[in-house]
């Protein structure tokens, strides 16, 4: 059970604001829109607090993935599992036949396998920890025709507030080029998850010539939060 895991040093429940380092504090308050359920025993380390979407972003970004993949795809692999938000998302909406979820991080790693057992939906999805290049290469190939990709990496750090536009060519460790090269050598059915200042003509570069590409900005409290561009043949979102 997911109460009696025993957590590594550097993932913690934090459980008032006097525990919580000064960097994550205005993280803190946002606590129950990160995860409902936060309370019941959820895990980050401080590093992951950044990088979780937050509930009600997942489950829009959710909804329209199970709505809009065609029927003959029932595999996800989420490429940048992290704490495990959008990978809880995905598993709630019980439109995938499995998930993969991949995260580097060892630690984040536990986080994520916890949590997902906190909301009881752990028994959907298979773990791997590692480069999520390689896994698709090696373990996962096989499962490329069933298979679409949603992809939230890493931005480069908080910083990516401040730029009016966001340069994704040069985004932090790795360029759109680099993200779309490697997922569109596995299957044509690429989400991306970017800033919300991400540049759009960077973006529609890397659109097929006779293709088209949907971007939807996920807001809150009638703000974008960020954007997510779906490539390949992913239906128009309503």
């Known amino acids: 059970m997911a109460d009696t895991e025993v957590a590594p040093p550097e993932v913690h429940h934090y459980q008032s604001?006097?525990?919580?380092?000064?960097?994550?504090?205005?993280?803190?308050?946002?606590?129950?829109?990160?995860?409902?359920?936060?309370?019941d025993g959820i895990w980050l380390t401080d590093d992951a607090w950044f990088g979780v979407t937050p509930e009600p972003v997942a489950h829009k970004i959710a909804n329209h993935m199970a709505e809009a993949t065609p029927e003959d795809r029932c595999i996800l692999v989420d490429c940048f599992a992290g704490a495990g938000g959008?990978?809880?998302?995905?598993?709630?909406?019980?439109?995938?036949?499995?998930?993969?979820?991949?995260?580097?991080?060892?630690?984040?790693?536990?986080?994520?396998?916890?949590?997902?057992?906190?909301?009881?939906?752990?028994?959907?999805?298979t773990w791997f920890q590692g480069d999520c290049f390689d896994i698709l290469q090696n373990q996962l190939k096989d499962l490329a025709p069933y298979s679409v990709i949603f992809a939230s990496p890493p931005w480069g750090g908080p910083g990516y507030r401040s730029d009016h536009v966001f340069n994704l060519s040069t985004m932090e460790p790795y360029s759109l080029k680099r993200l779309y090269k490697e997922y569109s050598m596995f299957t044509p059915l690429v989400a991306l998850f970017l800033p919300r200042t991400s540049d759009a003509r960077q973006m529609a570069k890397f659109v097929p010539e006779g293709d088209k590409a949907e971007v939807v900005h996920y807001c809150m409290d009638g703000h974008s939060k960020a954007l997510c561009i779906y490539y390949g043949g992913f239906a128009s979102h309503n």
């Open 17 to 39: 604001i006097e525990e919580v380092p000064w960097d994550i504090q205005n993280y803190w308050a946002q606590r129950h829109r990160i995860f409902s359920r936060y309370d």
């Open 86 to 125: 959008n990978t809880i998302a995905f598993a709630q909406t019980r439109k995938w036949k499995r998930i993969y979820a991949i995260e580097k991080n060892p630690a984040v790693l536990q986080c994520a396998q916890h949590n997902a057992e906190i909301y009881g939906v752990g028994n959907q999805i």
